[in-house]
């Protein structure tokens, strides 16, 4: 990855201007997408031509799926762009109401390397918001494309993107009595899918770690929980140990050296806290309670989990070393696998109330409680790199005979629109999503 990364990045500039700039604000209330012309990235021959077109489409599809941009259809486009360097007429896309423009070009600088350049324009404004070109090897297009989509967001919104991402999960197959649960990883879009392990021991609620080249799961070894760490980029993995009683996989803090989880012992279910370096554990609860799915804050301070001490499962924050604890959840039903947002401003959760699950998310101090999705079954919330987008896994109602519906994944925005779902070859639970790949 680091080769890669050091081969991409050329040159990265921003125009500067006294006029307002285009922006779409996402922190607040929903907002109707951005009307965004994309010609098909100019090329020189068929070669690139060909790059063009897919990396067209790439960003295309990150930007539409972000429910934040609407590409107008090409048949309007009035200009024809050659290269680069071509200015656009202004006055043409404000013809058919674009308010962004993004213009690119694709161009083999050897045998194996091209050139992908890419330029943002205000169109009411008629000025340059972003250029950049990319130096690559042809078989990093897709990562690009990404990269490109990303930038985009981010000088729209002003907020980082998340396109430049992988998700892993659980695929689901075999009967459901039978079921074969391997883990399994792909680019946020779906592409670049492959299976990570055999499927012969049950794998569980896989965690990104900070570094993004772990991952950690859990698995039962001779019906015991044993929590896993598997190197993405090697394959490689080690046993962290046995955690009797344990039922969700341990969650990584925001540096990587420690794990929190929550596991039984003589009956009672606590929270502790590991240290990866020296493999010591520190219990961190102390009631006779059930204390269940704790998830750091990103500055490391605090801890969200689920407990029953109250009488129903809800929601508490307590600091990371187990003191000050307090309630935040004051809702009808129950709250479960709580997840503190990357940007520290929410925290989302399962709620149960009223037979139904839902998702949903709050303030960390509890206030501000909104639903964002339901269903038969809805759980396992996890977050985009900037925290502002969901995904969680879905499993439809059984049918007549009583089988099983079909367990997928899907997307929302915290605003509670434009849920989506995410295309997995077989069924899938259990999502997280990793940090950005690149620090673009």
Same mark, same amino acid.
């Given at each position: 990855?680091?080769?890669?990364?050091?081969?991409v990045?050329?040159?990265?500039a921003?125009?500067q201007?006294?006029?307002? &700039?285009?922006?779409?604000?996402?922190? !607040?209330?929903?907002?109707e997408?951005?009307?965004?012309?994309? *010609?098909?990235?100019? $090329?020189t021959?068929?070669?690139?031509?060909?790059?063009s077109?897919?990396?067209?489409?790439v960003?295309?599809s990150?930007?539409e $799926?972000? %429910?934040?941009?609407?590409?107008?259809?090409?048949f309007?486009?009035?200009?024809?762009f050659?290269?680069?360097d071509?200015s656009p007429?202004f006055?043409?896309?404000?013809?058919?109401?674009a308010?962004?423009?993004i213009q690119?070009?694709?161009?083999y600088?050897?045998?194996?390397?091209?050139?992908?350049?890419?330029?943002?324009?205000?169109v009411p404004?008629?000025?340059e918001?972003?250029?950049? $070109?990319?130096?690559?090897?042809?078989k990093?297009w897709r990562?690009?494309?990404?990269?490109?989509a990303?930038?985009?967001y981010?000088r729209?919104?002003?907020?980082?993107?998340?396109?430049?991402t992988r998700?892993?999960?659980?695929? &689901?197959?075999g /009967?459901?009595?039978?079921r074969?649960?391997r883990?399994?990883?792909?680019?946020?879009? %779906?592409?670049?899918?492959?299976?990570?392990?055999?499927?012969?021991?049950?794998?569980? /609620?896989?965690?990104f770690?900070?570094n993004?080249q772990q991952?950690t799961?859990?698995?039962?070894?001779?019906d015991t *929980?044993?929590v896993y760490?598997?190197?993405?980029e090697?394959g490689?993995?080690? =046993? =962290?140990g046995?955690? *009797?009683?344990?039922t969700f996989a341990p969650? @990584?803090?925001?540096? %990587?050296?420690?794990?929190?989880?929550?596991?039984?012992e003589?009956?009672?279910?606590?929270?502790?806290e590991?240290?990866?370096?020296?493999?010591?554990?520190?219990?961190?609860?102390?009631?006779?309670?059930?204390?269940?799915?704790?998830?750091?804050?990103?500055? !490391?301070?605090?801890i969200?989990f689920?407990?029953?001490?109250?009488?129903g499962?809800q929601?508490y924050?307590?600091?990371?070393?187990g003191?000050?604890?307090?309630?935040?959840?004051?809702?009808?039903?129950r709250?479960?696998?709580?997840?503190?947002?990357p940007?520290?401003?929410?925290?989302a959760?399962?709620?149960?109330?009223g037979?139904k699950?839902?998702i949903?998310?709050m @303030?960390?101090?509890?206030?501000? &409680?909104?639903l964002?999705a339901? !269903?038969?079954?809805? &759980?396992?919330?996890?977050?985009?790199?900037?925290?502002?987008?969901?995904?969680y896994?879905?499993q439809?109602?059984?049918?007549?005979?009583?089988?099983p519906?079909?367990?997928?994944?899907y997307a929302?925005?915290?605003t509670g629109y434009?849920?989506r779902?995410?295309l997995?070859?077989?069924?899938?639970s259990d999502?997280?999503? $990793?940090?950005?790949?690149s620090?673009?």
């Amino acid at each position: 990855m680091k080769k890669f990364l050091t081969a991409v990045f050329v040159v990265l500039a921003f125009a500067q201007s006294a006029k307002a &700039e285009l922006s779409i604000d996402i922190t !607040g209330a929903r907002s109707e997408p951005m009307a965004t012309a994309l *010609p098909v990235f100019s $090329s020189t021959d068929g070669k690139s031509a060909e790059f063009s077109r897919k990396i067209t489409g790439v960003v295309q599809s990150d930007l539409e $799926s972000s %429910g934040l941009f609407r590409i107008l259809d090409s048949f309007a486009y009035l200009q024809k762009f050659k290269n680069i360097d071509d200015s656009p007429r202004f006055v043409d896309w404000q013809a058919i109401s674009a308010e962004a423009l993004i213009q690119g070009a694709v161009e083999y600088v050897n045998a194996k390397q091209i050139k992908i350049s890419v330029r943002l324009w205000d169109v009411p404004a008629a000025q340059e918001m972003y250029s950049s $070109s990319f130096e690559i090897d042809e078989k990093g297009w897709r990562r690009v494309a990404h990269i490109i989509a990303d930038a985009v967001y981010k000088r729209i919104t002003g907020e980082a993107g998340y396109f430049d991402t992988r998700i892993v999960y659980i695929a &689901e197959t075999g /009967t459901p009595l039978r079921r074969v649960k391997r883990l399994a990883i792909m680019d946020q879009d %779906g592409e670049n899918h492959q299976f990570l392990t055999d499927g012969i021991n049950l794998v569980l /609620t896989p965690r990104f770690s900070p570094n993004m080249q772990q991952i950690t799961y859990m698995s039962y070894y001779k019906d015991t *929980p044993r929590v896993y760490l598997f190197d993405i980029e090697t394959g490689k993995q080690q =046993v =962290v140990g046995d955690f *009797p009683g344990m039922t969700f996989a341990p969650r @990584f803090s925001p540096d %990587g050296h420690k794990l929190v989880m929550s596991m039984a012992e003589n009956g009672n279910t606590e929270i502790y806290e590991m240290n990866l370096d020296t493999r010591a554990v520190k219990q961190l609860t102390h009631m006779p309670s059930i204390e269940t799915s704790p998830s750091y804050s990103p500055d !490391g301070k605090r801890i969200v989990f689920s407990s029953d001490r109250s009488g129903g499962q809800q929601l508490y924050v307590m600091n990371a070393n187990g003191k000050n604890m307090r309630r935040i959840s004051f809702g009808k039903g129950r709250y479960a696998t709580p997840v503190w947002s990357p940007r520290g401003d929410y925290i989302a959760f399962t709620k149960m109330a009223g037979g139904k699950f839902y998702i949903g998310v709050m @303030f960390p101090d509890g206030k501000g &409680e909104r639903l964002v999705a339901e !269903g038969y079954l809805v &759980e396992g919330p996890t977050w985009s790199p900037n925290g502002r987008i969901l995904i969680y896994f879905r499993q439809e109602a059984p049918d007549r005979r009583g089988i099983p519906g079909a367990t997928k994944i899907y997307a929302v925005d915290i605003t509670g629109y434009n849920e989506r779902r995410l295309l997995t070859p077989v069924d899938a639970s259990d999502p997280a999503w $990793s940090p950005l790949l690149s620090d673009h």
